[in-house]
Structure formats: structure tokens, C-alpha cells
């Protein structure tokens, strides 16, 4: 392994002066000031560059945020029309495709609900599969529902119908989406991202094993397994935090991840008070079976990852969480009650939370939360109590860049904006550490994942962080991307 002396650094969160860090076998071995490079270090002066921990985004699909940046992103279409003139003038470019897969879709506070006929008229018999922005519904046109050998009918497939349907999408050559996920790794390797917990719908830990031993390199991987592949997970001994490739040591057993409701934009997310159109969505999971994978995962040694949005299905969860001694976390806890808010803490669940998506769903959130948004994304209150949050962007829903969810939970706002209830705005110390992925702080004996940033976080206008320029990226020691010169 090589050894990397880094000159000249300055440490976020310090006065600034100059020190050195000493990266050897993958760790951290000796920070100080003016280190002597020991025989055969490699030297690499930063120029002053600000060093933090590598970011990490705690809620990622992997595969599917590397396949959306191949598909038709939809995201800026603002109606139905919008969204219909895009799929025509694809259409148009590519007068051959056979089939037209967008994403993106934010069909929440259309008049007009999506269809399968309103697609026909632009589509024909081109099968045509658009995901919801928040990827829990999904609308076809009739060719494709032919296609997929679902009977026909309206056309939008939400919750486990269309969660049945999403691995069988574009069925893309393994080797093409490898290269895909590669492509996506540098990507998010250059906004300094160090690490993912992958939650894709798959066999995460084949899939991973197989892109590690082909070479990818550019983050850890936590993988989760989803209940269809639990048994195999234990069958295999593998407890959370293991290590999976013993070779490159990137790949680690990650959570048992189950969906326990549904969502916001899709009006599934369940919720102790009713939506406008009187729902209250519901469970993707029932009580009893939730507790029961919970402890089975719990006994063999693997932590739990809950879906809960709706105040509701946290409440289910964490109740959950009680009665099994379960380790784990709840996957975006988007509306809590006043009373939940404080059991993170006390059961020392992790908050899996994703602040960009309040920007996404505030004006949503406005309409089917009305009178409940003082405790949707509530941060600040979580922060109070003690919980630990991880934050993430669970891309495809918003991009992969962790730079975004630090912006939002500091500003609550985007996009010249008003902030959205800028009482649960955090600072931007507990934004950046919950982000570290269980780091604290670059210290002696620590992986040498870091980031070299070209100006220090604390430093800049809240607005700034958002585009933060990352001069370099380090996994174990080695560099994942690099605008300095004498790398
Ligand atoms: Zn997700």
C-alpha cells in the first residue's frame, strides 16, 4: 500500500494553520504540522486546501440513480402538458426508439391526474414508462402496460404494483449498467463522496461483489438486503458492518431495508390525520410482519432501515423499533408527532433523513399537510432531542450530490426562495457531521476518506454551499478524483 503525505492542509472547523496528513495502509496515521515525509511517502502539497471527512449519502439507489442519468429527466416539467411536450420531442429526436423510460414525473398538484390515453396521443404504440419523482408510482401508456402484461387500465401503478414492476424496467445488459454505475461513482466521487448505502430493489451484495472485483473503486458500499434476500444474507453469517470483499475492503454489509408506507407525492404515505381527499394512505407492510423481520434481522446481527414518511407509520415504526431492541434507522421520517420526535434518541435510531426533498415537497406538503408542515422535515426538533441524523438523497428522487441536503437543511431554501419553516433550519456543524457517515472528525488511527474543499464551509454565504467546489476526493488513502496539479 502506498503511503501519501498531503502538505499543507488547513482542517475545517480549526483556526486555519497548515498542517500535514499522513495516509498509510488506508488510514489516517499522523496529522501535525510540518511532517517529515517517511521513505517512499508520495508528497502532495494542497495548497492550503480545506480537509473535512468524505461525504457520504446514506440513501441512495444505485442502480437506478445510474440508469435515470440515461433516461428522460422530467423533473423540470412543471404541468401535464410540460411533461407531454418533452415525451413528443423525444420522440421526435429519436423517431427509431422502442421504448421512451423517463423519470422525474412531479404529478402531485396536476389538476388532471395522469393517464394511460392522455400518453397515447403522443406516444402510439411506442411503450412509454414515466417514474414518479419520488419513484413510488409509476404512468404507462397502453402499449407498455401491454408490454409488461399488466392489464390495461388507467395507467398509473402505485406502491407495490408498481414496485413489482420496477426491477423488470428497461432490463439493461448487466455489464452496460456496471459501466453506468462506474460512470455515476466518478460523478459523485467529484462533489466529494466517499461512501453510499445502497438501497436498490436487488441482490445488492452479488451485484457489488461482482462491480468490486471489476474494478470499482470510487466509494464504500454499505448493501442492504431487502426481506427476499435476508435468509440468504444470514445463511452467509454476515452481520452489519461486516466486511463483504475481503480484497479491496470498500464493500460492507449494510441493513435489512423493508417499506413500511407509502408517500407524500403519491398520497401513501401513512398519516394519523387524513389527506384533503379524506385517505390516510397506509402500510406496504403489516405490523406483525415488520416485527418479525426486525427480530429475525436483529437476532442474526443485521440493523433494520424502516421506510416511514407519514406521522403514522413513524409512529408504527418506532414502536417497532421498541419491542424488538432493534439497532437501525428510519428512512426519511418526514411527519412526526411532537411525542415521536424524542424516541429517535431514546431508542438511538438514526434519523435517515434527505433535506433536499423538503424542497421538493414543500409546496405539496402545503396542500396535503396543511396545518401539519411546523412538523414535516423537522430537523431542528430532532437535533434538540439528541437524535443523530444521516443525511442522504435517495437519487434518483434528487440527484446524488450531498452538497444539496447540507444547503437545505442550513437555508431551508432553494431557488431565491423564501426559507420554508426556517425554525428547522440546523447549523451548518451538525449539516456537515451528518453527512460523515458515523465520522466525527479527521483523527489519527480514522480512514482516509476525505475531501479537499477550495474554500472552508464555515466560511462562505449559506447560499454558496450548495455549489462548494471539491479540489479532491480520497477513499482509503487513494484518490478518487483530483483538480490538483501534482496528482
Ligand atoms: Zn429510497
Known amino acids: 500500500m502506498t503511503t501519501l503525505l498531503l502538505a499543507d492542509v488547513r482542517l475545517v472547523g480549526s483556526d486555519g494553520s497548515p498542517v500535514d496528513l499522513l495516509l498509510r495502509d488506508g488510514r489516517i496515521t499522523e496529522i501535525g504540522p510540518s511532517l517529515a515525509p517517511d521513505g517512499g511517502a508520495r508528497v502532495v502539497s494542497t495548497g492550503g486546501r480545506w480537509a473535512m471527512p468524505g461525504l457520504w449519502d446514506a440513501h441512495v439507489h444505485v442502480s437506478q440513480w445510474a440508469s435515470a442519468r440515461h433516461r428522460l429527466d422530467l423533473a423540470a416539467c412543471r404541468s401535464l402538458e410540460e411533461c407531454l411536450a418533452a415525451v413528443a420531442e423525444r420522440l421526435r429526436d429519436e423517431p427509431r426508439a422502442e421504448e421512451v423510460i423517463g423519470g422525474g414525473v412531479w404529478h402531485a398538484r396536476w389538476p388532471q391526474p395522469p393517464h394511460a390515453e392522455l400518453l397515447d396521443a403522443v406516444t402510439g404504440d411506442v411503450p412509454t414508462v414515466l417514474v414518479g419523482g419520488d419513484v413510488h408510482s409509476a404512468w404507462l401508456n397502453t402499449a407498455a402496460l401491454r408490454r409488461y402484461g399488466l392489464a390495461p387500465h388507467h395507467g398509473l401503478l402505485r406502491e407495490n404494483e408498481w414496485f413489482a414492476l420496477m426491477p423488470r424496467l428497461g432490463a439493461t445488459d448487466p455489464a452496460v449498467l456496471d459501466g453506468w454505475v462506474s460512470d455515476a461513482g466518478r460523478a459523485a466521487a467529484a462533489r466529494g463522496v466517499v461512501g453510499v448505502v445502497d438501497f436498490e430493489a436487488g441482490d445488492n451484495l452479488t451485484d457489488w461483489s461482482r462491480r468490486f472485483a471489476g474494478g470499482f473503486h470510487t466509494q464504500r458500499v454499505r448493501a442492504s438486503v431487502w426481506p427476499?434476500?435476508?435468509?440468504?444474507?444470514?445463511?452467509?453469517?454476515?452481520?452489519?458492518?461486516?466486511?463483504?470483499?475481503?480484497?479491496?475492503?470498500?464493500?460492507?454489509?449494510?441493513p435489512l431495508k423493508i417499506i413500511g408506507d407509502g408517500s407524500l407525492n403519491t398520497r401513501t404515505a401513512f398519516c394519523h390525520e387524513a389527506f384533503p381527499d379524506g385517505s390516510h394512505g397506509g402500510l406496504n407492510v403489516a405490523p406483525d410482519q415488520l416485527e418479525a423481520l426486525m427480530r429475525r434481522a436483529a437476532a442474526?446481527?443485521?440493523?433494520?432501515?424502516?421506510?416511514?414518511?407519514?406521522?403514522?407509520?413513524?409512529?408504527?415504526?418506532?414502536?417497532?423499533?421498541?419491542?424488538?431492541?432493534?439497532?437501525?434507522?428510519?428512512?426519511?421520517?418526514?411527519?412526526?408527532?411532537?411525542?415521536?420526535?424524542?424516541?429517535?434518541?431514546?431508542?438511538?435510531?438514526?434519523?435517515?433523513?434527505?433535506?433536499?426533498?423538503?424542497?421538493?415537497?414543500?409546496?405539496?406538503?402545503?396542500?396535503?399537510?396543511?396545518?401539519r408542515t411546523g412538523r414535516a422535515y423537522?430537523?431542528?426538533?430532532?437535533?434538540?432531542?439528541?437524535?443523530?441524523?444521516?443525511?442522504?438523497?435517495?437519487?434518483?428522487?434528487?440527484?446524488?450530490?450531498?452538497?444539496?441536503?447540507?444547503?437545505?437543511?442550513?437555508?431551508?431554501?432553494?431557488?431565491?426562495?423564501?426559507p420554508w419553516h426556517p425554525e428547522q433550519a440546523i447549523g451548518r456543524g451538525v449539516a456537515l457531521t451528518s453527512s460523515w457517515g458515523g465520522v466525527a472528525r479527521l483523527a489519527r488511527g480514522g480512514p482516509a476518506d476525505l475531501v479537499l474543499l477550495e474554500d472552508d464551509p464555515f466560511a462562505v454565504v449559506p447560499e454558496a454551499l450548495r455549489g462548494t467546489t471539491v479540489a479532491a476526493t480520497l477513499v482509503a488513502g487513494r484518490f478518487t478524483h483530483s483538480t490538483l496539479t501534482s496528482d
Do not use: C, K, Y
Not at 355 to 362: I, K, T, V
Not at 388 to 413: E, H, K, Q
Open 228 to 254: 427476499d434476500h435476508l435468509s440468504t444474507a444470514i445463511a452467509r453469517g454476515l452481520r452489519t458492518g461486516d466486511v463483504v470483499d475481503p480484497a479491496g475492503g470498500l464493500l460492507t454489509m449494510g
Open 300 to 371: 442474526a446481527g443485521i440493523d433494520s432501515a424502516i421506510h416511514a414518511i407519514g406521522d403514522r407509520a413513524n409512529t408504527v415504526v418506532l414502536d417497532a423499533f421498541d419491542r424488538v431492541g432493534a439497532r437501525g434507522s428510519i428512512e426519511h421520517a418526514q411527519l412526526l408527532t411532537r411525542a415521536d420526535v424524542a424516541r429517535f434518541a431514546a431508542l438511538g435510531i438514526t434519523a435517515s433523513v434527505q433535506p433536499e426533498q423538503a424542497m421538493d415537497d414543500r409546496d405539496v406538503a402545503e396542500e396535503q399537510w396543511a396545518g
Open 378 to 418: 423537522p430537523l431542528a426538533d430532532l437535533v434538540r432531542s439528541g437524535a443523530r441524523l444521516a443525511f442522504g438523497s435517495d437519487a434518483p428522487v434528487a440527484p446524488l450530490d450531498p452538497w444539496f441536503a447540507i444547503s437545505s437543511a442550513v437555508t431551508r431554501s432553494r431557488d431565491g426562495r423564501a
